[in-house]
Nanobody
Framework: QVQLVETGGGLVQVGGSLSLSCTAS????????MGWYRQAPGQERTMIAT???????EYADSVAGRVIISRDGAKNAVYLQMYSLKPEDTAVYFC????????????WGQGTQVTVSS
């Protein structure tokens, strides 16, 4: 099993910046993709950014150019730097890790709230 713990959420003003961190523990050797998703009240959970081994980094169109995802393999960690935040970025942000084939299990963190105030 994999446990994911996110840190770094909080309240930020419009146009501000915020960084999120996620550390994985447990059976981490199977992980080949880590990323970030978010879910606003009443909306579906959507992908923000993902990094997959031997594949291009992906960003959602809604945040492209305003976020940077990075990974530290040695620390089993993934980070999300967010800039020029907008009120519509307000959501619970979830860390995600996916095990490689043939395991394929999907792991989620507990989520961290990001609120962008105007």
């Amino acid at each position: 099993q994999v446990q994911l713990v996110e840190t770094g959420g909080g309240l930020v003003q419009v146009g501000g910046s915020l960084s999120l961190s996620c550390t994985a523990s447990g059976v981490t050797y199977r992980i080949n993709r880590m990323g970030w998703y978010r879910q606003a009240p009443g909306q579906e959970r959507t992908m923000i950014a993902t990094m997959t081994d031997d594949a291009p980094t992906e960003y959602a169109d809604s945040v492209a150019g305003r976020v940077i995802i990075s990974r530290d393999g040695a620390k089993n960690a993934v980070y999300l730097q967010m800039y020029s935040l907008k009120p519509e970025d307000t959501a619970v942000y979830f860390c995600n890790a996916v095990d490689t084939y043939p395991f394929g299990e999907n792991h989620w963190g507990q989520g961290t709230q990001v609120t962008v105030s105007s």
